[in-house]
């Protein structure tokens, strides 16, 4: 399996794989909205035998710290549960490091993003519309969000969702 920047030309292959992952169109929507949007900061594919196996977006975010939005992350279902998602994730966030972004949030289960280091205390003191036990923050420069607090939005896209 290699993992790669996502190029123009798979837009389509992705946008089928988002919606075979959620069975919906959702968050495909978001997706296109993202690039369209130019907010998408970071997107990646997994390819496996030439086919698009699964995808991640980390878009722009307001906040206290220079920040990213973790959304969606996506994986075709005969290849979930196989570590595709965990890979995409892990390169996602080096390369957000590499270019410069200080904290990254998600929403999602926090048993599952925990293992890479995001944190339900440190998001707890900002407010999002998505506040609550499954928000989430890690910070890929230490301490950056330590003693901050406010507002703390996701791209425009993400009010359709």
Known sequence: MDIRDEKYEDHHRVRALIEAAFGQSTEADLVDALRREGDAEIALVAIDGGEIVGHVMLSSMVAPARALGLAPVS??????????????IQEGLRQAKARGW???FVVGRPEYYARFGFRTDIAKAFASPYA??????????????????????????????
């Open 75 to 88: 994986v075709l279902p005969s290849y979930q549960g196989k570590g595709i998602g965990a890979t995409l």
């Open 102 to 104: 200080e904290a990254v």
């Open 132 to 161: 609550g036990p499954h928000f989430m923050a890690l910070e890929l420069v230490e301490g950056v969000l330590q003693g901050k607090c406010g507002k703390v939005a996701y791209a425009p896209a993400f009010a359709a969702v």
